[in-house]
């Protein structure tokens, strides 16, 4: 959710800054920084005694930190000031809340999913700065596509992992996450009848359908028992294809 989108962008950029590489610094150190973060949020918020992980999570923390400056500060001289200003804002709100919510153990809500694969996502946003200087309209709508399908998968995965633990206990599977999952892959089939017979439509076809014969597939009992490796495996797989579906449609 965060690499792809960025990957796509340079893609559609059609041009090359040297910019782009500190995007991409920038989001792989402020993803990495985020664990050693939450350790050093849980020793100053919650534990009472000193615990011996601390000390290599301040470490790690200091040398990310050290490099998402320095990319910040690239990304400073090469952005639009009140572009960087938003994106700044947004990612320092988004972070607060992540280690918010980590250290409360609240991270399998699926609402704080949605909302991390919608901040994910906007890493394209950077990466259109960086190559072109201002957020370009196609990185707008890919932004949109990329997370409405993101925020499908997530419900998706909570479905299964429902129906698992229902199978496990011998009861019927709730339906409050499958539902939900119906409706957003519905709402990927519907934005793709608004673009008619063009990649863009596919891709987003392809997201809904793929998603759909997940939940169908749920139903099966042998299908629940699949590793959740190989689901996630076939997840990539499905968003690759869509990836590359809205590149070509994008393009």
């Given at each position: 959710?965060?690499?792809?989108?960025?990957?796509?962008?340079?893609?559609?950029?059609?041009?090359?800054?040297?910019?782009?590489?500190?995007?991409?610094?920038?989001?792989?150190?402020?993803?990495?920084?985020k664990d050693p973060l939450v350790i050093v949020a849980?020793?100053?918020?919650?534990?009472?005694?000193?615990?011996?992980?601390t000390n290599a999570a301040i470490r790690w923390l200091?040398?990310?930190?050290?490099?998402?400056?320095?990319?910040?500060?690239?990304?400073?001289?090469?952005?639009?000031?009140?572009?960087?200003?938003?994106?700044?804002?947004?990612?320092?709100?988004?972070?607060?809340?992540?280690?918010?919510?980590?250290?409360?153990?609240?991270?399998?809500?699926?609402?704080?999913?949605?909302?991390?694969?919608?901040?994910?996502?906007?890493?394209?946003?950077?990466?259109?700065?960086?190559?072109?200087?201002?957020?370009?309209?196609?990185?707008?709508?890919?932004?949109?596509?990329?997370?409405?399908?993101a925020a499908t998968g997530i419900l998706v995965v909570?479905?299964?992992?429902?129906?698992?633990?229902?199978?496990?206990?011998?009861?019927?599977?709730?339906?409050?996450?499958?539902?939900?999952?119906?409706?957003?892959?519905?709402?990927?089939?519907?934005?793709?009848?608004?673009?008619?017979?063009?990649?863009?439509?596919?891709?987003?076809?392809?997201?809904?359908?793929?998603?759909?014969?997940?939940?169908?597939?749920?139903?099966?009992?042998?299908?629940?028992?699949?590793?959740?490796?190989?689901?996630?495996?076939?997840?990539?797989?499905?968003?690759?294809?869509?990836?590359?579906?809205?590149?070509?449609?994008?393009?």
């Amino acid at each position: 959710m965060l690499f792809t989108p960025m990957v796509c962008a340079a893609i559609l950029a059609r041009e090359w800054h040297w910019a782009e590489v500190a995007a991409f610094t920038a989001a792989f150190s402020a993803m990495a920084a985020k664990d050693p973060l939450v350790i050093v949020a849980r020793q100053k918020l919650v534990w009472k005694q000193w615990h011996p992980e601390t000390n290599a999570a301040i470490r790690w923390l200091i040398g990310w930190t050290l490099l998402l400056v320095l990319s910040g500060l690239v990304l400073l001289f090469s952005w639009p000031l009140k572009e960087t200003l938003l994106l700044g804002v947004g990612i320092g709100a988004f972070a607060a809340l992540a280690i918010l919510v980590n250290v409360k153990n609240r991270q399998r809500s699926s609402l704080f999913q949605i909302a991390s694969a919608i901040a994910l996502t906007s890493s394209s946003l950077a990466v259109s700065l960086s190559a072109t200087g201002s957020i370009q309209k196609w990185c707008l709508w890919l932004w949109l596509f990329l997370a409405m399908q993101a925020a499908t998968g997530i419900l998706v995965v909570h479905a299964r992992l429902d129906a698992r633990i229902a199978q496990r206990k011998g009861m019927s599977a709730p339906n409050e996450f499958r539902w939900k999952a119906q409706v957003a892959a519905a709402l990927l089939a519907a934005t793709a009848g608004m673009f008619g017979q063009s990649f863009v439509a596919l891709g987003l076809l392809a997201a809904a359908f793929g998603y759909a014969y997940d939940l169908y597939r749920q139903r099966d009992a042998s299908d629940l028992q699949r590793p959740l490796t190989s689901v996630g495996q076939r997840a990539l797989a499905l968003s690759s294809l869509v990836s590359i579906l809205l590149i070509l449609g994008l393009w």
